[in-house]
């Protein structure tokens, strides 16, 4: 679900619309469950300016019990279909808070549905450049990453399909905290500001300018990532796929480096 904006005939009075109806259209944001599929535009254009597969350890010929993956669920400094544009730092809150987030197969809150949770999942955001997410680019983004352990016995199929290098999305399942509206009109005073301190931020810029607004996420609360076909974020690889090795008596496994980790680690529910 998202909210509805009219068709106008011109963006003076779209940006009329948006102004006057900012507090209402916020509240609706804010109410609703968002799930970042894509729905009204796939920016196409900037995904032909030379998007690199990401290298796996794939196929996993026989991933056998278990499958560990390290998956991007959302990328900062993009523009999505949603026209939210997500700001670093908007998860520190919700990731140092909620013990109880999941790794989902299409959103779906089900127990057939679930890929990993608990012990077997660590959020947390890294920094990356956005060539090393295999898109041609300027700029850095803060993605928030999943860990994941994937068990046969949890979800036989996105196991597979994890194993086979078949997702190449994923998408966050969240609910915005803090947001405001930044709009390309300077008569349009705190709106413009917003506007000229973000937009040179954003990695598909040109997206931005042609619509002339988005809207600024500055806080947000992950309830979950999931695998899906296509999502808003076009920029959330799975970044590795490895067949989880049997730890000997005197090694444990390796965590990201601490200078790119944030975050808690999700060993227990609500």
Known sequence: ???????????????????????????????????????????????????????????????????????????????????????????????????????????????????????????????????????ELDGMTEALVFESTIRKSRNDFMLDQYANGFVKQHSVGMRYIQLGLAINDPNNGAEFEMWEKYVGEIANREEAEKIGYFWVVKEAKVIEGSAVPLGSNWVTPTLENNQKQKPSADTSETEPSKDTQKGNDFFSNW
């Open 1 to 135: 679900m998202e909210i509805e904006i009219p068709q106008f005939e011109n963006k003076s009075d779209l940006f009329a619309f948006l102004v006057k109806n900012q507090k209402s259209l916020i509240a609706q944001k804010k109410a609703i469950i968002k799930h970042a599929d894509a729905v009204s535009f796939y920016p196409s254009a900037v995904m032909d300016k030379g998007e690199k597969a990401i290298k796996l350890n794939n196929p996993v010929t026989n991933p056998g019990e278990e499958l560990k993956v390290k998956v991007v669920i959302n990328t900062t400094n993009l523009m999505d279909s949603h026209r939210d544009v997500h700001i670093p730092g908007l998860w520190a809150k919700s990731l140092s808070e909620n013990k109880s987030i999941m790794h989902l197969q299409e959103h779906r809150m089900a127990f057939d549905k679930i890929i990993s949770d608990g012990a077997d999942l660590k959020a947390f955001t890294q920094t990356f450049s956005w060539k090393e997410l295999g898109q």
